[in-house]
């Protein structure tokens, strides 16, 4: 059988472990998605749109560790590319693979459709550009391997998304086969001189401090670093907390854990702990606006050391030319023994009472109940809004998994990245958490749960409007028109599928809601949640005024 551009891709997308690519249809994809059938090892599955299809293959890849989104020229491909945006932000190698006009017609002022109308057509791959590590366009077979291999290796290496463009007459141009994987997951050698000087301040630093603890940030996990930080935390023996963002990265069963480090909107005692610390070990911390709950915590200062994936600053000297995991696991076996912060505090994840059956839900019951679902094999995506807070209260058990998309924050992300992390890790209780308003953006993603029969429980949060947004700043466009939400679920079905849609305005009703859906195991179950306008975690209304105060800042003079 020859083999073609088109195979090639597939067959390194498989060796790269893809087992599903993300894909919609357009004139200029067809014969690339034909390439890509041929490879038994993959399966293709469909989006209802492209940004739907980028969140998808975003989700996939927060299950699968990489992933791949197939699209049309313009039209489709700069729909995606929001959704390549949040996989950059949030630290994701997800390749965007874009059908583009015939190799022939470029240069030739020819006007082709579903482009901006010009004769010139590299406005995609630019823009691309600044949301990709790496973009390649692909309009002759002799270089399609090297372009093919260096987008996906840096994916992988930089752990962010790639973009490659196909001449649509190119998927089918004769090709040679790729060589072993091997070649795509090589990483450079650490710098061993930086790095024992990195260590050798780090242990210089460590001396004169007791009183230490550990601030877990979000980029930890795509450094691979979270079984290194482990090892770092029994070595120390001291307090850890994580960021916002990074709740569910270190295991909250582990016995230095004292929670979320998200000041005024934290755990208990978890500000004091690092704010009045001597030394403040963060690991790969993402310190926004959001994070510091408008600049209100921040730790900064020589009490801090900053352990980023891709070097130390310590002590007043910047490391680099070495990764963070390496950092970690020696620092892991020569740090001393610092446990006085785990000593002096206690952490104790909150409790919540269960409600009268037959009151009105509460947001709390809500919560209460969702939280008792959790279980080492559960992924509980959460969407931006009140479900943050909601989730920062629920105790996780160790390997349980909870997706946040803090960094990038596009309401509607949760719906297509819980059906993509269903299908890339279909084992797990999957469950989903998502507002009213964010629900409204991408809503019929829900039908491709419904025709993969993934059964994921979407736990649709009714309050009525954008209730995150009314804590920030109120006026009357935070009120959304009102949607039977579980009624949409027989309209996916259409006659055929086996969605379950089902509203709880009850503890009771909610309780035998889930007994239904952890029954249903054909397909998903919507379960809309009837919560007042004003009922959400007292957490958000703290943060929403800080967030408030730090957009409001007057222009500095100059
Ligand atoms: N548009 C996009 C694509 N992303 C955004 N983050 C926003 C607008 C601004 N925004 C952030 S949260 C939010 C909006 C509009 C409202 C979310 O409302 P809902 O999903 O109902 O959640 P709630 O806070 O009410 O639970």
Known sequence: MSFTVGMYLAERLAQIGL??????????NLALLDQLLTNSAMRQVYC????????????????????????????????????IGGAYAENLPVILISGAPNSNDHGTGHILHHTTGGTEYSYQIEMARRLTCAAESITDAASAPAKID??????????????????????????VRPGPVSSLFSS??????????????????????????????????????????????????????????????????????????????GDPGARELVETADGVICLAPVFNDYATVGWTAWPKGETVLLADPDGVTVGGMAFGGFGLGCFLAELAERAPPRPATARETGFSPSRIAPAAPDAPLTNDEMCRQIGALLTPDTT????????????????????????????????????????????GAPERRQMLLVGDGAFQLTAQEVAQ?????????????????????????????????????????????????????????????????????LANRK???????????????????TWGRHVAAANARPPQPR
């Not at 995506?381 to 920062?392: K, L, S």
């Open 48 to 83: 209802c749109n492209e940004l739907n299809c980028g969140f998808a293959a975003e989700g996939y890849a927060r299950a699968n560790g990489a992933a791949a989104a197939v699209v049309t020229f313009s039209v489709g491909a700069i729909s995606a590319l929001n959704a």
């Open 188 to 265: 450079p050698e650490p710098d061993e001189t930086s790095l024992r000087a990195a260590l050798d301040a780090t242990l210089d630093w460590l001396k004169p401090r007791e009183r230490v603890v550990l601030l877990v940030g979000s980029r930890l996990r795509a450094a691979r670093s979270a079984e290194a930080a482990i090892a770092l935390a029994d070595r120390l023996g001291c307090a850890v907390t994580v960021m916002a963002a990074a709740k569910g990265d270190f295991p909250e069963q582990h016995p230095g854990f004292r929670g979320v480090y998200w000041g005024e909107a």
């Open 380 to 423: 509980l995506t959460a969407e931006t809004g009140t479900a943050w807070f909601d989730v920062m209260g629920m105790a996780l058990p160790n390997g349980a998994r909870l997706e946040l998309e803090m960094q990038w924050g596009h309401i509607g992300w949760s719906v297509p990245a819980a059906f993509g992390n269903a299908m």
């Open 150 to 175: 260096h987008v996906i290796r840096t994916a992988l290496r930089e752990s962010k998304p790639a973009y490659l463009e196909i001449a649509c007459n190119l998927a089918t141009a004769a090709c």
């Open 19 to 28: 087992k599903h690519h993300f894909a919609v249809a357009g004139d200029y």
């Open 523 to 541: 397909g998903p179950t919507l379960i809309e949640c009837a919560i007042a306008h004003t009922d959400c975690a007292r957490s958000l209304v």
């Open 449 to 517: 749960m419904v025709r993969y029969a993934c059964p994921v429980i979407v736990f649709l949060v009714n309050n009525r409007g954008y209730v995150i947004e009314s804590a920030i700043h109120d006026g009357p466009y935070n009120a959304i028109k009102n949607w039977d939400y579980a009624g949409l679920i027989d309209v996916f079905n259409a006659g055929e599928g086996h969605g379950l849609g089902l509203r709880a305005a009850t503890g009771a009703e909610l309780e035998a809601a889930i007994a239904a859906a």
